[in-house]
């Protein structure tokens, strides 16, 4: 807090896994004799850059960029790029951090980073994007590489922006590099089945906590927020295993809509048009708009998955959730819930799959576009899916096993973080003091 009094996120981020470590440092003092916990909050390396663009009207704008490389100890940098205005150093940080346990949760020889700039994607041309993200690229890329840096997208960075990044890369660096960005488009590298896998990992990792309680996901109610990237596939996959979608929203309010979300019409809202949630309304007027995000969390529901941004679930939240009967929550954004909502969830023994477990599914299918890429070959959409399938499943046995070896059971936010920490701390451990 001395060296980054202002950064809140990134203190957030950071107690919530100190805490859960407690155990961990009484029972190995190796940890805390090399001093990994100081070490492992310090990133290998933090960037700031300018990123200078002309709008269509001729105006030129400055943006900060960012990207951050903070632990390499099992493998490459790898974490999103997010457009958004409130990215400064506190958010990319706390994602990066974040971004190292989730990464050694799946498995994968991945290390964290995260990277991102506090432009605002809302209403710019496609051409002003484009401008933008090479701007971005014209730095970024010599700090990156298929074995040091592989960025991807977050929010406000989707296939359009990877694309023109992945353009920007090449034009600078020659040859083609495919396995220095993930979540290309299909035509140029990208892996079937990444664009589904953080919202579908998700609902596999809600599937295997209802299943060890002799529950499923059929006929349960389940709201939603956010309608970007992870939310849209959260709801596709909890609506294929059969339950029904109340509710979605975006930064501007929520729909609610008794029937049953249509998922043709949200994606074309928002994947296509890149327009306004409200305008569900239009094709289904039977549906309602309510105005400003948080509400959503007042609709009872038994299973509750939010899917939009840092801190829009509060302790509030959480008790209108109980209140209403849910069930489970599962984190598909980062840090989604405030650290009171989290402790009030778990002692009401709520079934709680934390975000670096349960949204795990992006990084790790992106892993799987990098062995693609190294290999010259494309798995099939099953192929993907069923391996996305397999390391959800392990994700959640190994934040299981490691929650009870530490007498925690059930607690999933302290076994996903000490099965995380425990593999990053070993490998820091063994390549000695760096
Ligand atoms: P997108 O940009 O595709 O979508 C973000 C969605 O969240 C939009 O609908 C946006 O609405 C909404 N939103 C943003 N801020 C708020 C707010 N304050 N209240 C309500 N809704 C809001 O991003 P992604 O779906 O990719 O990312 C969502 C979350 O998931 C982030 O936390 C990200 O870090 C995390 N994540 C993403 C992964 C991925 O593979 N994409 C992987 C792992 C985690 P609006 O359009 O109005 O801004």
């Given at each position: ?204 990792f809600v599937q295997e906590m209802l299943a060890a309680q ?114 489970a ?22 079934l709680?799959a ?42 959640y ?15 999933l ?22």
């Open positions: 807090k001395r060296r980054d009094p202002l950064e809140q996120e990134f203190h957030q981020a950071v107690k919530e896994i100190l805490e859960c470590l407690v155990p961990v440092l009484a029972r190995h003092p190796q940890y805390m004799e090399n001093a990994i916990l100081e070490r492992l909050v310090e990133p290998e390396r933090s960037l700031s850059f300018r990123v200078p663009w002309m709008d269509d009207s001729g105006t030129i704008h400055v943006n900060r960029g960012y990207r951050i490389q903070f632990n390499s100890a099992i493998g490459p940098y790898k974490g999103g790029i997010r457009f958004h205005p409130s990215v400064y150093s506190g958010i990319v940080k706390f994602l990066g951090f974040e971004q190292i346990f989730k990464n050694a949760l799946t498995g994968l020889p991945i290390g964290g980073g995260k990277g991102g700039a506090d432009f605002d994607p809302k209403g710019k041309s496609d051409r002003e994007i484009m401008a933008f993200a090479q701007s971005f690229m014209t730095e970024l890329y010599r700090h990156i590489g298929p074995d040091t840096d592989i960025p991807a997208g977050d929010i406000g960075v989707g296939a359009r922006e990877i694309g023109y990044m992945f353009g920007q890369y090449k034009r600078i660096r020659g040859g083609h590099e495919a396995g220095v960005l993930t979540g290309k488009g299909l035509l140029y590298g990208g892996s079937l089945a990444r664009k589904e896998a953080t919202g579908y990992g998700l609902v596999y002799g529950l499923g996901l059929e006929g349960q109610t389940v709201v939603v927020s956010g309608s970007g990237n992870v939310s849209i596939y959260a709801m596709e996959k909890a609506q294929q295993l059969g339950a029904l979608v109340i509710a979605c929203s975006d930064s501007g309010g929520f729909i609610h809509d008794p029937q049953g979300i249509k998922l043709d019409t949200v994606k074309r809202l928002k994947e296509q048009n890149r327009s306004r949630i409200s305008e569900y309304l239009k094709e289904h007027p039977h549906a309602e708009y309510i105005k400003g995000s948080t509400g959503i969390w007042n609709l009872p529901c038994q299973i509750a998955l939010p899917c939009a941004t840092q801190n829009e679930l509060d302790e509030e939240a959480a008790r209108a959730l109980v209140a209403g009967g849910v069930l929550v599962g984190e598909g954004a980062n840090m989604p819930s405030t650290l009171p909502a989290v402790n009030y969830f778990l002692q009401q023994g709520i709680f934390p975000a670096k477990a349960a949204n795990a599914g992006g990084v790790a299918v992106s892993g799987l576009e990098m062995s693609q890429n190294g290999m010259r070959l494309s798995w099939s959409f099953e192929e993907v899916d069923e391996r996305l399938r397999l390391i959800m499943k392990n994700i046995r190994s934040a299981v096993r490691a929650a009870e070896e530490y007498e925690l059971p059930g607690n936010v302290a076994g996903a973080n000490i099965a995380g920490f425990l593999k990053v701390a070993d490998a820091m451990l063994a390549q000695g003091v760096v």
